[in-house]
């Protein structure tokens, strides 16, 4: 048990950590390729970390699985006690821990095979670690599911990935040292895709989207695609029965849904709102249904207490008009990403909490099915065509130019006299809107809640997620772009949270939260929310004392310091002053 939990610990320091501060620093350096790769690997290693420290902290229960069953036939007895319900979960927690992850691996095993193709257009390296890599993720999955025969290839095909990535370093280093490669294969590609295809046509400028071409970060594309081929696989395997419980699977897909968030990221400081808004809207989604498929599997369980707790939810209707809204703003780009944003649509209707029970996974499992295939082949042009920096995978023409798009919108653009903002300040802001929405709607429920254990578990993952986790995010994501609001609103939805034992606490919390965005965008703070908290802003103190107020009616604004003296700390009393 312990040399369980030590691999997963290593994995998790070593493939997690260290290859994502790796893929960090890639996408700084404007390499595509690594930045996609090793954040995605980084999720990889990460998951099958978690993955051998669950199977370790529950491997001791595995001959308790007969005793739990004969509890499980008969429901009554599991009401009887604390040890009964305890016994009860780890039951579900403990199942299906090799099915989940092989569906966890089966979809990394295809965009492995993508990397490697698209690595031999940098040196012929690469792709040899990311085909070695492939291979032993297949012997890893053989092994789940046979015999142990398979582990004994895939640690031969892991000591060739040593020695790839021995080389690899060694030749880098070295390369930084003498500045030229002395070692070969770096530098070297098998094929050069910038002598293939033809450059980019001036349809980008008749469409109104040509842009300056942006080269501090590397475009988060690819990574924002590779991510949205895991998640979907994942539940598509739950969906289909393949997996009786989502106790796993929620490691697997919320570490990946985390590194959607850092290309969600990385589109904000290329000032990108629309893909910004895309990919940590998609990782809110994410997190929210598998933390809510982690309650049915394995808190809920019984199916009429499901359906009498989702009967009452309407957060996922946010969900797809906001997928709606995705939709019109990628009417600019072209055809594929139109495509990935209608079957997103798809998607979303396909959670709608009031399709009956039996309906609902089929119908789950198909849309998350058609959502992989597209993302899949997302990943992979995006990922060409971005090394290319030409269109050598076809994507489809752009169905409207920006200047239709903005006609058909009424959208009209007001430059005059007036002070046009940085980009920067605004990309966050349809994020911050649409998270909120969700929260707040899926808090407008009754005091039903009180009456219905069921759906106040079902209710915690799309408030906790949407109105602190990703609110937090956001405020991270405004602090980089002129630090607006920080930290404070996440923190007034984790207050939210802790209202959740009163009777009307949800609903009067949620429509206080729609009251207060309606008056900061309508009424409130106006053009000031722009402004506040910024480098160019300063703090304007209006005291209400009658002797201060008509010292200013005489003088006007006085431009005063604190009262302490040069160099010394703040007076926080009056005593302070007087000295």
């Known amino acids: 048990m312990l040399d369980t ?90 199942l299906s821990i090799e099915e989940s992850a092989i569906a966890g691996l089966v979809p990394y095993i295809l965009l492995s095979f993508l990397l490697a193709f698209c690595s031999a257009t940098v040196n012929y390296i690469m792709p040899f670690v990311f085909g ?94 590779f991510c949205d081929s895991i998640a979907p696989f994942i539940f598509a395997f739950y969906s289909f029965g393949y997996m009786k419980s989502f106790g796993l699977g929620v490691a697997w897909v919320s570490i990946i849904a985390v590194a959607q968030l850092f290309s969600s990221y990385y589109a904000h400081l290329r000032q990108d709102c629309y893909h910004t808004t895309k990919f940590g809207f998609h990782a809110t989604y994410w997190l929210i249904k598998a933390w809510d498929e982690f309650v049915v599997s394995v808190l809920i369980v019984e199916d009429s207490k499901v359906v009498s707790g989702r009967q009452a939810m309407v957060g996922d209707w946010f969900f797809v008009v906001a997928a709606l809204v995705l939709c019109v703003g990628s009417l600019n780009m072209d055809v594929l990403e139109l495509i990935h944003n209608l079957f997103f649509v ?37 990922l060409i065509n971005t090394i290319a920096e030409k269109s050598l995978i076809p994507v489809g023409p752009q169905p409207m130019s920006s200047e239709q798009l903005s006609r058909a919108l009424r959208c009209r653009s007001k430059q005059g006299d007036q002070d046009v903002l940085p980009q920067t300040d605004q990309t966050s802001d349809p994020l911050f809107y649409l998270s909120n929405g969700i929260a707040a709607l899926s808090a407008l429920h009754s005091r039903s809640m009180s009456i219905n254990p069921s759906l106040l578990h079902l209710t915690i993952p799309w408030l906790l997620i949407s109105g602190a986790i990703i609110q937090a995010f956001v405020s991270r994501l405004q602090v980089t772009g002129g630090g607006r609001f920080g930290s404070v609103i996440s923190s007034i939805y984790v207050v939210l949270q802790l209202s959740t034992e009163a009777d009307y606490g949800f609903t009067a919390g949620a429509i206080a939260f729609l009251v207060i965005n309606a008056f900061l965008i309508l009424i409130g703070v106006g053009a000031a929310y722009d402004r506040v908290g910024t480098r160019d802003s300063i703090m304007i103190r209006v005291p209400d004392h009658t002797v201060t107020s008509h010292l200013c009616d005489i003088t006007g604004p006085l431009a005063i310091t604190s009262a302490n003296p040069s160099g010394e700390p703040d007076s926080t009393h009056h005593s302070m002053v007087i000295k």
């Open 5 to 94: 939990f030590t691999k997963g610990v290593h994995l998790i320091l070593i493939g997690g950590v260290c290859q994502l501060v790796a893929g960090l620093l890639s996408f700084r350096k404007y390499d595509h390729l690594s930045g996609t790769a090793f954040i995605g690997y980084a999720a990889l290693w990460g998951s099958y970390g978690v993955t051998r420290i669950y199977y370790g902290a529950l491997s001791e229960n595995s001959n308790m699985v007969s005793s739990v069953d004969q509890i499980m036939n008969n429901s009554s007895n599991i009401m009887m006690g604390n040890t009964s319900l305890n016994d009860s979960m780890k039951y579900y927690l403990s």
């Open 132 to 225: 070695a890599i492939t291979a032993t993720l297949i012997f890893e999955a053989v092994a789940l599911a046979a015999d142990s025969w398979a582990l004994v290839v895939s640690g031969v095909l892991e000591l060739l990935i040593l020695i790839f990535a021995m080389y690899g370093s060694a030749a880098l280093l070295i390369k930084g040292l003498t500045q030229r490669l002395a070692l070969k294969g770096f530098g070297t590609p098998l094929f050069n895709v910038l002598l293939l295809g033809i450059p980019n046509s001036g349809k980008a400028q008749r469409g109104g989207q040509e842009k300056k071409k942006n080269t501090k970060y590397a475009e988060p594309m690819a990574l924002g695609f």
């Open 346 to 382: 798809l998607l979303t209707v396909s959670t709608v909490p009031q399709i009956p029970l039996p309906g609902y996974y089929i119908f789950f499992g198909v849309a998350c099915s058609f959502f992989t295939a597209v993302s899949i082949y997302g990943t992979f042009t995006r």
